[in-house]
């Protein structure tokens, strides 16, 4: 069984050839599963934009030790007013 491709990991579009780090991952209501791919590479001094592309028609090229983070930004504490001058 081939291993699953994860955030932060590279991965190849097998029938394009399009090659990208893993910058999202989707999972659509009817089971279709997407990846979008970030490419290193620029163009005339500018990122090459990313594209998504269906799990089963990617691999893996390199697995990636950053995955990331899970912090979200939230829940934090409530900001509070600070009390008028006097």
């Not at 090659?19 to 209501?29: D, E, F, N, P, S």
């Not at 990636?64 to 990331?68: L, Y």
């Not at 979200?72 to 007013?81: N, Q, S």
């Given at each position: 069984m081939a291993k699953t491709i994860e955030l932060g990991?590279?991965?190849r579009d097998t029938i394009t050839?399009?090659?990208?780090?893993?910058?999202?991952?989707?999972?659509?209501?009817?089971?279709?599963?997407?990846i979008t791919l970030?490419?290193?590479e620029m163009k005339d001094?500018?990122?090459i934009d990313n594209y998504s592309f269906d799990v089963p028609q990617c691999e893996l090229v390199q697995s990636?030790?950053?995955?990331?983070t899970d912090d979200?930004?939230?829940?934090?504490?409530?900001?509070?007013?600070a009390s008028?001058?006097?």
């Open positions: 990991d590279i991965a050839g399009f090659q990208g780090v893993v910058v999202a991952r989707t999972k659509w209501l009817h089971g279709c599963e997407r970030q490419p290193k001094g500018k990122p990636s030790a950053h995955r990331g979200t930004g939230g829940p934090r504490p409530e900001p509070v007013r008028a001058p006097r």
